[in-house]
């Protein structure tokens, strides 16, 4: 029997499919979960809006969002918690973007996005490790074929698990148009 959990709700930077599947590559061999969850950035952690809520809640989100322009994420470097358990994941290069947006809505949206136990570290999760020694073995891996790649961001979406805990994406959160000289 499948073990189910609590619904699982945040906002969150999809990639393109290219650069999905080349992040899979990794997930698939370090991350159980990977089916589950798709490569992702997240920028608000749960408790985030309920889904109930959503429809009312989201026109303030939009328009708190169109403020942000739309930005660029290069991913080219691996970084690690060494925390039980040590999580190794690629680093976002994107001028500061995400965290400003994260920090925007904690500040306008405090009910939805709460300060957080830790400073918010935006990160693409490859994989949970039992010790450090597998997570270098499987950073060495990643290194000798990891190939940097960019991408645009014009949105965020709101994902939210089901009770087996597989996400979906509930809706798209469009950013401000790129500044002309871009």
Not at 2 to 11: F, K, S, V
Not at 153 to 178: F, K, M
Request: negative net charge; glycine residues 4%; proline residues 11%.
């Amino acid at each position: 029997m499948q073990q189910t959990g609590p619904e699982i709700r945040g906002l969150a930077v999809l990639f393109p499919e290219e650069i999905s599947v080349e992040i899979n590559k990794w997930r698939r061999v370090y991350d159980p979960r990977y089916q589950m969850v798709p490569p992702h950035i997240t920028v608000a952690y749960p408790p985030f809006v309920p889904e109930k809520e959503w429809p009312s809640v989201r026109p303030a989100l939009i328009e708190c969002l169109s403020e942000f322009q739309s930005f660029r994420i290069h991913l080219k470097e691996l970084g690690a918690f060494t925390a039980s358990p040590h999580i190794l994941w690629l680093k976002p290069e994107d001028d500061g973007n995400l965290s400003r947006i994260h920090a925007t809505l904690a500040e306008r949206f405090p009910k939805y996005v709460p300060v957080l136990p830790f400073d918010y570290v935006p990160h693409v999760t490859i994989g949970p490790f039992d010790s450090e020694q597998e997570l270098l073995k499987a950073q060495e891996a990643i290194l000798a074929e990891w190939k940097p790649c960019h991408f645009q961001v014009h949105e965020l979406v709101y994902i939210s698990s089901d009770s087996g805990g597989v996400w979906r994406i509930c809706g798209q959160l469009p950013l401000g148009q790129p500044a002309a000289d871009a």
